[in-house]
Each structure stands twice: as structure tokens, then as C-alpha cells.
């Protein structure tokens, strides 16, 4: 378990899947569960266990104070291109060094992150 001031990362209990326009992306029993003060928690999947055929980097980034710069990838469905809904440490810092090789994505109309 790593743990900062806000942030609480612990294994994700179970087998996760996400899923995007109908396809299984991935699917993971080594999943972290991310918590950041008093947002919803969010799943963390090992990179090697994501289909990394249906992402396409963007040049897209953002920066977390706590966490550092975030990639950003695009997931290309039969049906839809989801613009940046994948997200990637690929250098955190330290105190969150666990979410590195990992992705989360965001969950919305299309996109779902679910425990099986």
C-alpha cells in the first residue's frame, strides 16, 4: 500500500475489465485501486494486460501536483474514437511510483470499468 497526503493506493479487490464501444479492452487481476482525497476511486490496469492495439497516443497531457505529468491515449472502437480516455504516469512521482505501466480510463456513455 503506498500512501501521501491525499493519495491512497492499495490492490484493486478481484478481476477488472474495461470495456469501450462493445470490445474488451483488458481485463486484470493485478488492477490498483487509486484514492485521491474525497473523489471516487479509480482502477489502475497493469499496461501489459490492455489491449494497446486499440490506443492511440495523443499529444494530450495534463499535470497532477501530486502525481506529475499524465499521457493521454485515444481508444479506437468499430463504432467511435474516444478522445483521450486513457490516462498514463509514465514517469509519477515517487509516492505514487505504484501507478507506473498502468492506465485508467475515463468511465462514460461507451466506456465501462467494471469488477467481474
Not at 493506493?9 to 478481484?14: H, K, Q, R
Not at 486499440?54 to 485515444?74: I, M, N, Q, V, W
Amino acid at each position: 500500500m503506498t500512501m501521501t497526503k491525499d493519495i491512497r493506493i492499495t490492490p484493486a479487490m478481484g478481476t477488472w475489465v474495461i470495456r469501450a464501444g462493445g470490445a474488451v479492452l483488458g481485463e486484470s487481476s493485478r488492477a490498483l485501486e487509486l484514492v485521491e482525497g474525497d473523489l471516487p476511486p479509480v482502477i489502475y490496469f497493469p499496461r501489459e494486460d490492455i489491449g494497446m492495439a486499440f490506443l492511440d497516443r495523443t499529444d494530450h497531457t495534463t499535470t497532477c501536483p501530486h502525481k506529475g505529468e499524465a499521457s493521454y491515449f485515444s481508444i479506437m472502437s468499430k463504432s467511435k474514437t474516444y478522445e483521450n480516455a486513457v490516462w498514463s504516469y509514465e514517469n509519477p512521482k515517487d509516492e505514487v511510483g505504484a501507478i507506473k505501466d498502468h492506465l485508467a480510463f475515463y468511465v462514460q456513455d461507451g466506456i465501462a470499468v467494471e469488477q467481474i
